[in-house]
């Protein structure tokens, strides 16, 4: 599975973005979706995934500003990130797993001003 993410940018605390991942396969055929984020010098985080049979789910951390959705007819993974904060300044990456297999996007940088 091929991935391509976008919609990162510099924004002010408290604005809203949404980040768009287009998939080269069906993105409701592909088990597990999810986002993460790399802040400069930290690793990798999970953010929001959505786990077929299971659910969706969200980190502490992001739980009531953000929503991760799966758009069928442009067959997206989108993250709607509002009330933004500077510590959610990082790079964000989709990701879709299958089994063991994880697939990756090129990432997209979200910037937040105080």
């Known amino acids: 599975v091929q991935l391509q993410a976008s919609g990162g940018g510099l924004v002010q605390a408290g604005e809203s973005l949404r980040l768009s991942c287009t998939a080269s396969?069906?993105?409701?055929?592909?088990?597990?979706v999810a986002w993460y984020r790399q802040a400069p010098g930290k690793p990798r985080e999970l953010v929001a995934s959505?786990?077929?049979?299971?659910?969706?789910d969200y980190s502490d951390s992001v739980k009531g500003r953000f929503t991760i959705s799966r758009d069928s007819v442009k067959n997206t993974l989108v993250l709607q990130m509002n009330n933004l904060r500077p510590k959610d300044t990082a790079v964000y990456y989709c990701?879709?797993?299958?089994?063991?297999?994880?697939?990756w996007g090129q990432g997209t940088l979200v910037t937040v001003s105080s």
């Open positions: 959505i786990i077929h049979g299971i659910g969706i």
């Open positions: 396969a069906s993105i409701h055929s592909i088990p597990t």
């Open positions: 990701n879709a797993q299958r089994g063991n297999l994880h697939h």
